[in-house]
């Protein structure tokens, strides 16, 4: 979500004049790759070993200091790859050191583990100061990464049996500035100057507010935990389910806690804290009844009644395209949020002042983005794509926004027909920069070019049209979701299921829209005396093979780097001399000499 509102407001201030300005310094191009970049990035020496099983978090937010302070249980086991060697390397053999991230300023007050430490920790009660306790371990900090050796005596035995590691921590959490585009947590009042709080790190990461594997490879497969304390006047809101919510009269502090059963994006867990009030519907779905739950302020309790009716339309029309919502254990809900948005699994945040379109703005120019709120089309569209399947690698983040972007054209076109799809995708096209590749350097915590999103978009949109066939194209979406339900990813992944499924080799097709920013032109003669059509790709990558149909007719084309020929009737070369071969190819078209 992030990199797109970035690109849209500088497409809104050319196009509309609206003095918008966003910053989102995380996404510079950055020329040299630090250590930092390769410890956040990539799944290494001191990540590979374990597998996150599920995050306990506790925090306490200060909102007059900006301050938080909190506790993280992270339950995890040795990971498959290590369980399968039969004899381990002398670096396993002689101990382990875990990366746990958490960014700075925020600070590790102590870690426990086997219950060795206690002196120092802090158990909720008030104290001056914060002391480390590293009983038996050793921890070394640098770059955002927290190194914990553990000595030969709490070494980890080998199997498949859980273990946990307990990390208190405080600080001052980097503050988001312009969020979502610029990470950090949340610190705002509403209309009538009470708390409003949240966070928001795509992106940035989720260690920017508490301690984690900060890999989006690695999910917790047993779900996750956050209880948050707030003065007892204010509701916090989270991912999944109300487990409990608890007051202490003396202190006026209420504890709330919610829990998620299902496997979650590290950046997707967040509260929401504010004064909030809460109305429920449900939705009878391909999995059954779907609880449904509505977080807003309460002076806009009337607004998102009425809004929020889309919520089902959405789920309607995405469960008949992806397949059933992935996350009906714990439930869906829309929680009004000190920001624009974001796709956070199970709770979406939701700032577009309930209004229709991207702030009551077409992003396509179509007319067809007006009908609908984006916010609650796209960010909940993430549901299947980016949360249920998740990339590995953010080099690879087109898989979450590409698909995400043309669950947009979907919506469209389920309720107002194929033609008003096709429209409104096309309109995306004037927002695409083809200034980088989509995919971005792997293993450095780098995404590629906001391109993912429209130009992503198109591709897909692309590949349906070179298929030529609705159903099969409907059972590709639904198959992705089904074989990769709850699963991490990768590029290469994706692309041999849609291969395999579709039975063509669309591999030159995504080497070219992924992996190089030229568009595919189509030379082309049509020769009127004959009604001969001839043809020849160019600006292609080596093989490129894309199939294009000839409109209206359905004729297919097959161009190659060399010239091609195909006789047509007389309608169908003068369909071709007026209107081109397909507006629905992301590709340019040049008519040479007739």
Known sequence: MKIFIQFVLVAIIIFCSTPIISSAQLMKDKEVFTHADTLRGSNNENRDWWDVLRYDITVKPDCENKTIEGKV????????????????????????????????PLKIDSVIYKDSCVTGVYHGKKRDKYVSCFHN??????????????????????????????????????????????????????????????????????????????????????????????????????????????????????????????????????????????FTDTFMGEKGKLNLSFWVLDYNLENAKEQFKQAKLMLRAFEYWFGPYPFYEDDYKLVEAPHLGMEHQSAIAYGNQFKNGYLGRDLSFSGWGNKWDYIIVHESGHEWFGNNITTKDIADMWVHEGFTTYSET???????????GNEYNRGMRFNILNNKNIIGTYGVNKEGSEDMYFKGSNMIHTIRHSLNNDSLFRAILRGLNKTFYHKTVTTQEVETYINKMSGMNFTPVFNQYLRTTNIPELEFTADTSTNTLSYKWSNTVDSFNLRLVLQPTGKYLMPKDSIQSIQLTKEEIDWVINKGISKEFYIKEKSLKK
């Open 410 to 420: 979907l919506f469209t076109e389920y309720y107002y027909g194929q033609k008003a």
């Open 137 to 278: 371990l050793n921890i070394h900090s640098f770059d955002n990464a927290h190194l914990i050796k553990f000595s030969s005596e709490n070494m980890i035995k080998l199997g498949n049996a859980t273990d946990s590691i307990v990390i208190y921590y405080h600080g001052k959490p980097r503050e988001a500035i312009t969020p979502p585009w610029d990470g950090g947590w949340i610190w705002k009042k509403d209309k009538q100057d009470r708390p409003w709080m949240s966070v928001a790190c795509q992106g940035l990461g989720a260690s920017a507010w508490y301690p984690c594997k900060d890999y989006q490879g690695d999910e917790p497969d047993k779900g996750a935990s956050l209880t948050v304390v707030v003065p007892d006047s204010l509701v916090a809101v989270a991912n999944g389910k109300l487990v409990s919510n608890i007051t202490t009269h003396d202190s006026r502090l209420t504890e709330y806690k919610w829990e998620v059963t299902n496997p979650i994006n590290n950046y997707n867990i967040v509260p929401y804290i504010g004064k909030y009030v809460n």
């Open 73 to 104: 249980v992270i339950k995890f086991k040795l990971s498959q790859s290590i369980l399968s060697q039969k004899t381990l390397t002398n670096k396993y053999l002689n101990g382990f050191s875990m990366q746990i991230d958490l960014q700075s």
